[in-house]
């Protein structure tokens, strides 16, 4: 009986290997053939991309007229920030694209 036992638990404990070894292969095949169509692009590409962006991100100037505020009367009687949000991507989403742009030699589509 014991070693009927000890034989099922063995086959389960395998049987729970595959299916995680089987789960970690098709995470990693859906991760391809979601890749499939994209564009390839090298690591020096993506480096010069990144280093774009940290540069506009770091020299570009946030000014007050760019956020909408809201204020709320805490329950010290302090006034108290409670929600912030940016109004103005467009001018910081241009100045991204054009630091990455000068970049690289853009090709037209065909």
Same mark, same amino acid.
């Given at each position: 009986?014991?070693?009927?036992?000890?034989?099922?638990?063995?086959? +389960?404990?395998?049987?729970?290997?595959?299916?995680?070894?089987?789960?970690?292969?098709?995470?990693?095949?859906? =991760?391809?053939?979601? #890749? +499939?169509?994209?564009?390839?692009?090298?690591?020096? =590409?993506?480096? @010069?991309?990144? #280093?774009? +962006?940290?540069?506009?991100?770091?020299?570009?100037?946030? #000014?007050?007229?760019?956020?909408?505020?809201?204020?709320?009367?805490?329950?010290?009687?302090?006034?108290?920030?409670?929600?912030?949000?940016?109004?103005? @991507?467009?001018?910081?989403?241009?100045?991204?694209?054009?630091?990455?742009?000068? =970049?690289?030699? +853009?090709?037209?589509? #065909?």
């Amino acid at each position: 009986m014991s070693e009927n036992k000890e034989l099922l638990e063995a086959t +389960v404990k395998g049987l729970q290997e595959k299916i995680q070894q089987l789960n970690v292969d098709l995470k990693s095949k859906q =991760q391809e053939l979601e #890749d +499939v169509n994209k564009p390839e692009i090298t690591a020096v =590409q993506m480096d @010069a991309i990144n #280093d774009a +962006v940290n540069t506009v991100l770091e020299r570009f100037e946030f #000014d007050c007229g760019m956020f909408e505020y809201e204020f709320n009367l805490g329950y010290d009687n302090k006034l108290e920030l409670s929600d912030l949000t940016f109004t103005d @991507a467009y001018d910081l989403e241009e100045s991204i694209m054009r630091n990455i742009t000068n =970049q690289f030699k +853009v090709l037209k589509d #065909d």
